[in-house]
């Protein structure tokens, strides 16, 4: 697939990889290799990674030739208890917006501030040099 003069995968930051949950636990399979050798073209191959691509894969009727090339780009399998529960992830995040949002109420209590101490401080100034006067 040619985008821009490159080729797509070349392009490919992430090693494209793709599971298969046939049979249980999910298999993970990396198909870098073979994208440019995939008869069924390299970008199918692509959209079926990072995630579960059993249906992608069972939807084209592969033919057992097919099927027996899995083995070749098998990685290994998903441990499920070793993924980390999505409520840890989202923690960091959320630690960081609530920092964020107090930053910015700071900062916006300063832009109020800052203008009002300066005319406080001229207007002291005005009245003090006045009555020197
Ligand atoms: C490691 C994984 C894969 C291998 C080894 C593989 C292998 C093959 C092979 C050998 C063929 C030629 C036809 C046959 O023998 O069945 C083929 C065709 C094809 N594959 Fe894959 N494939 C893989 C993954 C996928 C995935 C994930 C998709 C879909 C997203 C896909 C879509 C297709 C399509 C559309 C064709 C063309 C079918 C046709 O023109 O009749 N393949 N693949």
Redesign the pocket.
Known sequence: MMVGGFKIHRKLSKQAR?ILTENSPQQV?D?TK?LDD????DD??V??TGKD?TD??E?????A???A??E??YVGDINSSSIPAKTTSASPMQTQKNEDAGSGFIIKLLQFLVPLIILGVAVGVRFYTKSAA
């Open positions: 793709f399979y198909v073979f995939h008869p069924g073209g199918v191959l959209t079926a691509a992608d894969f939807d084209v009727g592969h033919s030739t097919a099927r090339m899995l070749e780009y």
